[in-house]
């Protein structure tokens, strides 16, 4: 009996350990199965730091894009005062007729004359004839007046008759006729893409 009472606590010891063991050899797998999950993780953790540096890198990009874009708008605004788009046509005759008028030159005449489409038809010009009777200063003067810094005229043609109206001063009265070219952009315009798909 009393070998009975050494040996049961041994046996049961012995089965204790015996779980014990097969619990730790279970937990040594799972940890070796974990541990061979590493380079897979390792890999995709790298592939995931590259993804984000890649998205840094395109917010680094467009915020230099906007800066880009925001920057060309304002040249494209400077660039819209001297070629504005032709819906403006008629405050641009109003300003000129303004101007004869105020110079007090008689008959004045403006009349479309053409429009053409320029660089594929990025901007347009527009030829406005222009008539009217007064002295040569007043029409030297006028034209002074049409050099403004925030638009752009061409006079591409210029004649100068004597009137048949006799004049009681010194100045000479004479009939005149130009050709006024105004620019303006073309809102309408589409860039065409160069081959490789880049405009």
Do not use: C
Request: positive net charge.
């Amino acid at each position: 009996m009393k070998l009975l009472m050494i040996l049961a606590p041994l046996a049961l010891m012995g089965v204790g350990l015996s779980d014990l063991y097969e619990s730790w050899q279970k937990k040594e797998e799972s940890i070796k199965s974990e541990l061979s999950k590493i380079p897979a993780l390792e890999k995709e953790n790298n592939e995931i730091e590259k993804a984000i540096q890649k998205i840094k890198e395109v917010r680094s990009n467009v915020k230099d894009f906007k800066s880009k874009v925001d920057k060309s708008k304002e040249d494209l605004e400077k660039v819209g005062k001297f070629i504005p788009p032709i819906s403006s046509r008629t405050a641009i005759l109003d300003e000129l007729s303004r101007v004869a008028r105020s110079l007090n030159i008689k008959n004045i005449s403006f009349k479309p004359k053409y429009e053409k489409e320029n660089h594929g038809g990025l901007y347009i010009t527009n030829g406005i004839e222009f008539e009217g009777r007064g002295t040569y200063l007043q029409f030297l003067v006028f034209f002074e007046k049409m050099k403004k810094p925030d638009r752009i005229f061409n006079v591409s043609s210029v004649e100068v008759t004597s009137s048949s109206i006799i004049n009681k001063s010194k100045h000479v009265i004479v009939d005149f006729k130009t050709i006024i070219e105004t620019f303006h952009y073309n809102k309408d315009h589409e860039v065409k893409k160069k081959k490789g798909g880049k405009g």
